[in-house]
């Protein structure tokens, strides 16, 4: 593409109330140059009434995971845990006896008998390997004895601190850990073909922007390389793993980075698990499990210290939490850093159940929920039955939020969800199933509204990492980040977002997917 272009006959939503339609822009050199004003001067490309939205960003993605994903034994599908083995069974032919099956996507709340398996399903086959099957929420992992063997854990009465053990083979939270680190870390070549293979699919969706929501050195090294030599598409804003004590002290003591299209100011951690594997911290016990409220993984100290060493370092500190419970003690931590510190942005990264009178607590102290709408409509179906009618109003509270005054960037949680933008955006307009149920929406009354919805994906999200001042919005001088869509998301038919089509992914002025025509 040229490095100037008119983009005409289109539907600009610029979310800028400066100048809220338009018809055409202008872009010179990789920015929005002018709305409006023709240049008749350079290139024009028609763009026959397709809608052009400020490009979407995912607030919360997992780039390396995704590629590591799609690169190992896939479970999503599965229906029950007899077919899980029977993928196991097959995968062990491919690999050598030393080799480690590694798996991702199982969810029990899916299969006909919605219980954890048990330890002879993967302890009976006929195979040598040690085997880790990721469930979908990251925080638990269903594993064989070899595994359990070579890692050193012992089924015992007391479980490790921050995690457990269930059924003698599914790992939940901490207890993953002995695994995670006994299993071979992925070279710097790996992690790039990883990185790469995410990218393959990231563009077409319509993203322009990610926020990768955990990074060691090795995909920090590998980002670098990319971003330096011009090989990275899509702009990404990291947050550098909490369990990665030499990393955060070496950016702690250098500062920020920051390269055209990858920057890190940003800290992630933990507070506590989730809710499909029982691990979200709760104020009270699960209604299917009355003697547990979850798992903190973290330690009260460390992670005041944590929150000490992110405000005087001036780093973004981001931490999972889900449970009500979890969500209250990373707001008082919160409240207590930095009190004293004005537009520090520190974000609750999923924020998926908090009671009344937390709401308020998080614009109050500048406290950003970052959330993903999928999550509620995902989690919909069992939650019922795991927190009882009473606690169903603290759960995805996106309305709430909004009307206290937060802006809300919003993600997917990408591999755990799909990572389509659009899936997002309906889910957070209807509250509904793909096949659009419940008729009116589950807990409709914290359904959003179709422009903050928008915003969500695009201005909000770019608030979370600092750049609302060149992103986020089609306005002159911001970069051309654009997403080119078949409808109009805003007032088209509820029934119709899901059939809406990207038709293009513009970063910096560059087609990086074009599809239309």
Known sequence: MSQKVNLINGNF????????????????NGKIYGVNALDHNVESIDLKGATVIPGFTDAHFH?????????????????????????????????????????????????????????????????????????IDGHSCWVNQKAMELSGLNVS????????????????????????FIIPKPDEITVEKWINLALEIIAPRGITNIHDAWQDATTVKVLQKLSNAGKLPIRVYGMLGSSYP??????????????????????????????????????????????????????????????????????????????????????????RSVSDIKNHRWRIEHAQMVCDEDIPRFAENGIVPSMQPSHCTSDMPWLTERLGDKRLPRISRWKSFIDSGCQIPGGS????????????????????????????????????????????????????????????????????????????ITNCQENAILNTQVLGTMVAGNFLYNNLH
């Not at 032919?93 to 048990?118: R, T």
């Not at 007391?158 to 457990?164: A, F, K």
Request: net charge negative; proline share 5%.
């Open 13 to 28: 939503i610029t979310l800028d109330a400066q100048c809220p339609n338009a018809e055409m822009i202008s872009v010179v």
């Open 63 to 135: 780039l390396t995971n995704l590629g590591k994903q799609l690169d190992t034994l896939q479970l999503k599908e599965c229906k029950s845990s007899l077919e899980v083995a029977e993928k196991v069974l097959k995968k062990s032919a491919e690999l050598s006896e030393n080799d480690w099956i590694i798996g991702f996507g199982w969810d029990h709340n899916k299969w006909q008998d919605p219980q954890f398996p048990n330890a002879d399903i993967l302890n009976s086959l006929p195979i040598s390997q040690p085997i880790m099957l990721n469930r």
């Open 157 to 180: 009465p007391n479980p490790p601190e921050g995690g457990d053990i269930i059924n003698d083979c599914i790992l939940l939270d901490n207890a993953m850990n002995p695994v995670q």
């Open 246 to 335: 030499k990393l955060i002290k070496q950016f702690f003591n250098d500062g920020f980075y920051q390269s055209e299209n990858y920057s890190i100011r940003s800290v992630k951690a933990f507070i506590d698990g989730a809710l499909g594997s029982r691990g979200a911290a709760l104020l009270e016990p699960y209604s299917d499990d009355h003697s547990n409220c979850g798992l903190i993984l973290i330690t009260h100290d460390e992670f005041e210290k944590l929150t000490i060493r992110c405000r005087d370092a001036g780093f973004q500190l981001c931490t999972h939490a889900i449970g009500d419970r979890g969500n209250r003690l990373v707001l008082d931590a919160y409240s």
């Open 413 to 488: 949680d990408c591999p755990i969800e799909e990572g389509n933008p659009i899936f997002e955006y309906f889910s957070a307009v209807t509250r509904k199933d793909h096949k659009g149920l419940p008729n009116k929406g589950w807990q409709n009354q914290e359904i959003v509204t179709r422009l903050d919805a928008l915003k969500m994906f695009t201005t909000w999200a770019a608030y979370g990492e600092f750049a609302e001042h060149r992103r986020g919005r089609i306005r002159p001088g911001f970069d051309a980040d654009l997403t080119f869509l078949s409808q109009d």
